[in-house]
């Protein structure tokens, strides 16, 4: 394993408990763990119980601060390995061709808290430590490209309305409500991010199947000190794909720990997750080529104007060994960057540079560096001492600098000429000023070109979320107002949402909007340039990320005693050929008689994993058909899984089944019956994720 250089500074931190005598912190053996020392067996405790204290004491303080942001997250050890040249752009050592460098990769959402479900309507973070030659990088990006303002100062008023509202600290982990709606209602600069998070971006099937970006323009710069402006990206090797959203509501009450349980079993079962890592490239030279400003974080370069080039692979190969060590205490921070990354003036980065460092010092406290999980896997040296939780000993009477007496150590690399980090050389000119360019002032194109380049089925996901949200909403003007600013993205758009809250969408922004824009532009709304592409396909996720590998998919075997073997395997060799999974699922758990006689060991009955854990059902034949004919939750299980828009297969024999659902034949259903060639057709079809083409005649609430 690549990472092992930070696995094994890790595992000189971990403690293993076999065949230990139970101690306190102090380490002194502890005799009797069950009783508090008393006067007399009934007497009252005695405050002498240092034993108890130790224990409960600690207890008391195991809370830290969760995160204001993020809190909900799961995470994972692995490694980045890159095969492409790209040493004439940037010197960072970690990316060079054939550079292997261990990581710790965190994905959260955003607004729940610690404990709150996966499935949320929400962006997820997609943050990397990357454990460099060079000190730790630090890429904190999100599975969204984009983001909902463009400067740090509107920050906290973002994450203040979407949060619980502090009254009645409700609704948890969703935007749906009054606060949320008001205050993207008075910010049309969120137009483009709204489009995003009303997609099924924001609620991924898996941790494993989302892109992730960088968001911000970054600087990546070569050993002569030439800049170069770069994006990130994160491809995953699955594709990308997404539940529906009644699929992601179900999943929220049937387990609440999807994606950290899919994310654990898959790592844990040898199906490493994968993504390709991808950089756009753009000259210093072409930064006013373009109809947006590269550091305005709510615009994407299209892949079609300035192509991703794939230059390595991060693979996720360990899980942590235990959550509050490893995934709770990493502190991420955009301001850790190496040599050959720089920061862009992109004000929205520039602010959270301050806000990370600062929230990590009151989360974990002074020296979080020194934490396992923080520390780089070079040593650091420098005359800093002292402070809260500090664990390394710094040796020696001296801790200045300039010295003579420690020969002037540690010394700067200039003196010895040796390299060291060097902020790219950008002249910076300009008046003192609180203002915004208006470069930015064009907040609507790219919110356009998003949804005009999603297929007809992700458009009505589209329509149906805002419609959902919206209707959450208690106050009539807000959602009068978000339905003024869905007008200037798409008039039909707007049409179609308005109808179901029966608003005649207004053709100008409300009044209110057009006051708070004309703080940062007098002139607003601005004649917006020509965008480069009417529409990039790289934005839909059917369209642009559509067909691919089965590997990890789960299908659902609807089964019960007497299910015939042979019916099983006919399935299970083929998809397990290909690396998907067959997950039996029957009325109890624990021993199932199949019609040879076999036993089978069953983990997962019709109650405990329905459908919306599954990506395909299929029903093998056998004597359990007679079981399966009375069985309610089966026929709920078949239901939603055709509602879902997946794929079903049926056995001979199987098929009177459909009687009293309302599953209807149509191409998503495989019949052995009348099919012979059924499990091709099957894994072609689950290939696609869903039957995208029957959403409309299955109804799908999405
Ligand atoms: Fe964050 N963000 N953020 N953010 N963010 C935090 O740092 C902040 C922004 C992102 O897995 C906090 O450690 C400000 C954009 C991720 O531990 C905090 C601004 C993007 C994570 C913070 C932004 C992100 C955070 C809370 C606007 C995508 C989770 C706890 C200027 C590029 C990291 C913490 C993890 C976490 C501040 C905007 C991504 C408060 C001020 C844009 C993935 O420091």
């Not at 460099?132 to 983001?147: A, S």
Request: charge should be negative; glycine fraction near 6%.
């Amino acid at each position: 394993m690549e990472n092992n250089k930070k696995i094994k500074q890790l595992t000189k931190s971990v403690i293993d408990n076999q065949d230990q005598v139970l101690t306190t912190n102090d380490g002194v053996p502890i005799y009797d763990n069950n009783n508090t020392l008393k006067a007399g067996d009934r007497g009252p405790s005695l405050q002498q119980d240092h034993i108890f204290y130790d224990k409960l004491g600690h207890f008391d303080r195991e809370r830290i601060p969760e995160r204001v942001v993020h809190a909900r997250g799961s995470g994972a050890h692995g490694v980045l390995e890159i095969h492409e040249d790209i040493s004439e752009f940037t010197c960072a050592k970690f990316l060079q061709k054939g550079v292997k460098t261990p990581l710790f990769t965190r994905f959260s959402t955003v607004a729940g808290f610690k404990g709150s479900t996966d499935l949320a309507r929400d962006v997820r973070g997609f943050s990397v430590k990357f454990y460099t030659e060079d000190g730790n990088f630090d890429l904190v990006g999100n599975n969204i490209p984009v983001f909902f303002i463009q400067d740090a100062m509107n920050f906290p008023d973002l994450i203040h309305a979407v949060k619980p509202e502090p009254d009645k600290e409700i609704p948890q982990a969703a935007s749906a409500h009054d606060t949320f709606w008001d205050f993207v209602s008075l910010m049309p600069e969120s137009a483009h991010m709204i489009m995003w998070v009303m997609s099924d971006r924001a609620i991924p099937r898996s941790l494993r199947m989302m892109e992730g970006f960088g968001v911000h323009t970054f600087k990546l710069v070569n050993k002569d000190g030439k800049g170069t402006f770069v994006k990130f990206h994160w491809k995953p090797k699955l594709g990308v794909h997404s539940v529906a959203w009644n699929e992601a509501q179900k999943i929220s009450g049937y387990n609440s720990d999807f994606h950290r349980q899919d994310l654990w079993d898959a790592i844990e079962s040898g199906n490493y997750p994968q993504w390709d890592l991808g950089v756009q490239l753009i000259p210093e030279e072409d930064e006013f080529n373009y109809s947006f400003d590269l550091l305005d974080a709510t615009k994407i370069v299209p892949e079609e104007v300035v192509p991703v080039k794939i230059i390595g692979t991060m693979t996720l190969n360990k899980n942590p060994d235990n959550f509050f060590a490893e995934t709770e205490q990493i502190a991420f921070d955009p301001g850790r960057i190496v040599p050959g990354i720089d920061l862009s003036d992109d004000p929205l980065l520039q602010g959270r540079v301050f806000s990370y460092m600062d929230t990590q010092n009151y989360r974990l406290g002074g020296n979080f560096h020194e934490i396992p999980i923080n520390r780089s896997i070079v040593q650091k040296h420098n005359n800093q001492k002292d402070g809260s939780s500090r664990i390394d000993i710094l040796k020696g009477n001296v801790s200045y600098f300039p010295n003579s007496k420690a020969s002037g150590c540690p010394y700067q690399a200039m003196w010895k000429g040796e390299e060291g980090f060097v902020s790219h050389k950008q002249k910076v000119d300009g008046a003192k000023v609180r203002a915004r360019s208006d470069s930015f002032a064009d907040h609507f194109s790219q919110a356009t070109l998003f949804y005009r380049s999603q297929s007809e089925e992700e458009k009505q996901h589209i329509i149906n979320a805002l419609s959902f949200e919206l209707s959450k909403v208690n106050d009539p003007k807000i959602r009068e107002r978000q339905v003024a600013i869905l007008y200037q993205i798409d008039p039909t758009l707007a049409q179609k949402v308005g109808d179901n809250l029966q608003i005649t969408p207004p053709t100008e922004l409300d009044e209110l909007t057009l006051k708070f824009a004309r703080q940062n532009h007098p002139n607003y709304p601005i004649q917006p340039k020509k965008v480069e592409v009417e529409k990039s396909a790289a934005l839909s996720m059917k369209v642009g990320k559509g067909e691919g590998t089965i590997a990890t998919r789960k299908v659902a075997f609807l089964v019960s005693e007497g299910v015939e073997k042979q019916s099983i395997d006919a399935l299970k060799n083929a998809l397990e050929k290909q690396g998907a999974e067959a997950v039996l699922i029957s009325t109890k758990v624990g021993d199932l008689t199949l019609d040879n006689g076999e036993k089978v060991n069953i983990e997962h009955t019709y109650t405990t994993d329905p459908s919306v854990c599954f990506d395909a059902v299929y029903t093998p034949a056998g004597a359990s058909v007679d079981v399966l004919k009375n069985n309610a939750d089966y026929y709920e299980f078949i239901n939603d899984a055709y509602r879902h828009c997946k794929v079903l297969a049926f056995a001979k024999g199987t098929e009177k089944l459909l009687d009293k659902s309302f599953v209807e034949k149509d191409a998503g259903v495989f019949l052995a019956n009348e099919n012979d060639q059924w499990v091709d057709g099957f894994i072609d079809m689950l290939k696609k994720h869903r039957v995208w083409e029957l959403e409309e005649s299955r109804k799908v609430p999405s």
